[in-house]
């Protein structure tokens, strides 16, 4: 799956939490619009944060299908996406409001703890693929 398809692919299930989300789906579709997220907050924060929030919904989807491929239990990603949503959007907001010097380690905190989400996200989300079908129907893998 080459990267138009795999956008393509994502924003036609931008609302589907179901099936499964290869290794390409995923990231052909998560990096670009992580890279468009990251460019527009750099440029303009609040545009920024709107487009965020305008693509939440189908990057948590394709996480989703993504920790199903894998034959994980999704809550984890469910759980962890909103925090860094949360430490990236203070991450923002305080460089714009901070007073240099005495507030650099309050955004420094900010910054760690975003930097270490994003990287546990990261490592459940790049995991091989399951070849284990058979779960998928069990509610209890939700």
Request: charged letters at 15%.
């Amino acid at each position: 799956m080459g990267p138009v398809e795999a956008i393509a692919t994502c924003l036609r299930k931008f609302i589907t939490f179901s099936g499964r989300a290869s290794n390409h789906e995923f990231w052909w579709f998560y990096i670009p619009a992580s890279l468009l997220i990251w460019l527009v907050l750099v440029i303009e924060p609040i545009p920024g944060l709107l487009l965020k929030a305008l693509l939440l919904v189908p990057l948590h989807a394709v996480a989703a299908r993504r920790m199903r491929d894998q034959d994980k239990r999704i809550w984890p990603v469910m759980v962890l996406s909103p925090i860094v949503a949360i430490f990236s959007g203070l991450t923002v907001i305080s460089l714009e409001v901070m007073e240099f010097p005495k507030d650099v380690v309050s955004f420094l905190a900010v910054a760690l703890l975003w930097a270490t989400s994003t990287i546990t996200a990261f490592w459940l989300l790049s995991g091989p693929s399951s070849s284990n079908f058979a779960n998928l129907s069990d509610p209890t893998r939700r």
